[in-house]
């Protein structure tokens, strides 16, 4: 089982629509949390970390469910900018300190 | 504020070669991970430099190896490529101090023919 899994989409989204989406991690220990955007042929680039209480920017919100083991990202108004593959990413704290587990990603397609 | 820079942009090799990519991380980042991204997957974890010193490693061989400079700028070196290890090869730098935010430079492609 991989450590870190992904509805791979693609999420095709009406703009102005909301579309959200989980993931999956297996390792218990797990402790910082986040989600990266990855355009096409270009590098991953944080768009949030994940908070126990679950937080919100602007138009995103995560959010962290330990009992379960999975996080969600919840984008409301997409634009079509919003398109792009969306990573989670995992770290399992001290024992991995800078460790990330990617997971493969989940294309989110916004149209018109 | 420069961000996280890579070179080369694109890379081709032949099998059997070896090759070094380079990174100079965020100012103010002192630690610098490697990860290797294969198309249509998740960037893998190759390792990570401290203080000079590789603190973490992911499950890659030996012919992967690296450096990290006094400046906190860091190398990746391959020896013996393989047609597998065509990639898209990320650098990434944190601040450390308790951070696990990392920040990407914008990769290095690796073709081997």
């Known amino acids: 089982r991989k450590e870190v899994e992904q509805d791979p989409g693609p999420f095709n989204v009406p703009e102005g629509a909301t579309v959200a989406f989980n993931c999956t991690y297996s390792?218990?220990?797990?402790?910082?949390f986040f989600w990266y955007r990855q355009d096409c042929r270009k590098e991953p680039k944080l768009l949030m970390s994940?908070?126990?209480s679950g937080n919100e920017d602007g138009r995103f919100t995560a959010q962290l469910n330990r009992a379960s083991q999975y996080i969600s990202l919840l984008i409301r108004d997409s634009k079509l900018s919003d398109s792009a593959t969306y990573l989670c990413?995992?770290?399992?704290?001290?024992?991995?300190?800078?460790?990330?587990?990617f997971g493969a990603g989940t294309q989110v397609v916004v149209t018109p | 504020d420069a961000g996280v820079t890579q070179s080369p942009t694109h890379l081709i090799k032949t099998r059997g070669q070896q090759v070094t990519l380079r990174c100079s991380p965020k100012?103010?980042?002192?630690?610098v991970s490697w990860y290797q991204q294969a198309l249509g997957q998740g960037p893998q974890f190759i390792f990570q430099?401290?203080?000079?010193?590789?603190?973490q490693r992911g499950n890659f061989p030996d012919r992967f190896s690296g450096h990290q400079f006094p400046n906190y700028s860091s190398e990746l070196n391959v020896n013996a490529l393989l047609l597998g290890d065509s990639a898209l090869y990320l650098c990434?730098?944190?601040?450390?101090?308790?951070?696990?935010?990392?920040?990407f430079g914008p990769g290095t492609r690796l073709t081997v023919t």
């Open positions: 990434a730098s944190s601040p450390g101090g308790g951070s696990y935010e990392q920040y």
């Open positions: 390792n218990s220990a797990s402790q910082s």
């Open positions: 994940v908070y126990s």
């Open positions: 990413v995992v770290n399992r704290g001290t024992d991995s300190w800078g460790k990330l587990q």
């Open positions: 100012s103010g980042h002192d630690t």
């Open positions: 430099y401290y203080e000079e010193e590789e603190r």
